[in-house]
């Protein structure tokens, strides 16, 4: 049991102090650029973190395709129960995507591939890669009550997703130089998003706690749930069983509090069930690694 826990704590530690980083630096050191990284990660570092896992990752490509079904299968299964619940709620449905998408990049990264490896971190970017996909396409149209399919088509995540899944089918070789920088730019992406999460959660402030604690509460037992029945109905085991289940429990992503501000939705629910999941993962997070490490 010592061992465990001290496993556990190797995986969390990392995550957590960068994330202390982040919120030390906003109350005592300059303006953190947060529109600039999130820039930089998004069009830059990500896309070049995603073309490196799925290019070089030894996981069969037929298994990151079968995770990749999976993830969709469980947006489409979480979006509908949550959904329905906020109907029966009488809330604004569309606030079903703050539900659903969860802090899959700056926490589910780093707590797979620390919890699981370079395996790990492979089936965590097709998750992440899938989410985003439907997070910026399906998910925006939601949130603003109009679709807009071209800033999808445009964007650098799904070009290097496309590139990457091409170069492994095709069994390439890109020049070594490609691979080199793609690797040294993904580099910075789990270390500066862990930063950015603790700016970012360090400058939201949490109203009507009671509703924000009972809701964040609904939404981790769902996610639960639906994670674990998920993987069970889709067959998924070991790895592959451990990061579906962790990236869809992870707390809820801090992009939802920009974009429900972008598109006029209630901000400081979203921000406050932010706060909350992120103080709640403290406690469920080891839990939940624990028994998916044992298992």
Known sequence: MNELIAQIANILAPSMLLAVVGLVWFHRGPVFPVDFVTTLVLNVAMPALLFHTLSTSVVPIGD???????????HVVFTGIAVSVLIVAGKDWRMCIAHVVGNTGNLGLPVCFLAFGEEGLAYAMTFFAVQCILLFSLGDAIYAGTANLGRLVRSPILHAIALGVLVRVMDWQPPELVMQSAQLLGQIVIPIMLITLGVSLAGMRASALPTTMLWSLIRTVLAVFIGVTVAAVMGLEGVARG??????????AVFNYLLAVKHGRDSSEVSGMILVTHVGAIVYLPILLGFLLRS
């Open 64 to 74: 990151l395709w079968h995770m990749a079904l999976s993830t969709l299968v469980l």
């Open 243 to 252: 990061v579906l289940i962790i990236e869809t429990v992870v707390p809820v």
